[in-house]
């Protein structure tokens, strides 16, 4: 796994998205909709992660005849990249923390 | 009719994509829109894809000096053959009588014949055109290089500038720039050469708004239809048009046949 992804905001709304629910699978629709992303920006970025192994992604089980509709790809965070992610995740939320709470912070301790 | 046109911007989407994820993509797409509830968030979702990046580029072979290359022998191509061509055949064309008419019907033909090699020799060998210029706009770069050159040539050879000569260019360039769009757009090949065909006796009947045998009849018995036929042939305006035409449209096609066979074929949603 190429653990050296540029994380930019949509990026984290993404993997915000798959580690919320990091056993589940998660579809384009329901990724677009939890991530609050349109197809273009979400797609890329899938494609992105997957290649970066940071995603295992695969096909539904599914008989399109009798399901009356072609199967669809599932996306779910790889082991190796749940906690990844996780860290990321939270050194991005530390970094964009008001810059008043570190103030307040170094303040407090000096 | 909504349905066609999202799968019109999912399939304009995948061209986009590196050709290894192309057929992946679009099948995932496409059963994403197949689930996907309301027209508008059908809609917003195809047009979203359709304009935007991919997330790496696609892997062909990008060669810009080559393509460069090509257009400017393009330019060349365009700007010259036709004024060296036109200047040649002022030594054939200029006078007629019943020893000569024989051999310039065939030298006529043979121009005809020439010219649709000449325009597929050209075309074959500046491919990278359409790498620079859509192919869409293929006939503006022909047509327009022509009304440039048609314009400036008699102000190169000391001529003062002739506003009815231009207007002449003119239409010429803009009834065979038009057809030839026509031409490009129509994915039949039959249909689309037919477009070419006809595009060469209306350019030329745009330039010249009047076309008459000039008494070409006397060398054929008085009969009307050949003495047509043979001004027809021996013009070399046709031929360049004929060369131009076929340059430009091969050029249009073969983008498209390319970028046919890059593509994944369309499947029902």
Known sequence: ?????????????????LVADPAGDHYGMALMQASELPSGTLYPILARLTEAGWLDKRWEEVDPSEAGRPARAYYRLTPAALPVARQRLAELHEQTRPASAHTVTKEATA | MIKRVCDRFLTAAARRWP???REEMLAEWRAELRAMPGTARRLRYAASLATSRPHRAEAVAVRPGRSFAHTVLSLVLVAALPVLYLRLSVEWTTFYDEDSIGWQAWAGVGGMVGAVLLGIICAGVTTGVTQLIRPALVPLWVFGILFVVLTAWPLVEGFAFNRSHAGDGLRLALSAGLLCTLAGRI????LSWGVVAIAVPVSYWAMVTRFDPYGMEMFFDGRIVPGYLFMFVTQAPIHVMIFLLVYANLLARRHRARQARLLPQAAPA
């Open chain 2, 187 to 190: 994915s039949r090949a039959s």
């Open chain 2, 19 to 21: 050709a290894d994820l």
């Open chain 1, 1 to 17: 796994m190429n653990a050296e992804l540029r994380m930019t905001v949509p990026v984290a709304r993404v993997l915000a998205a």
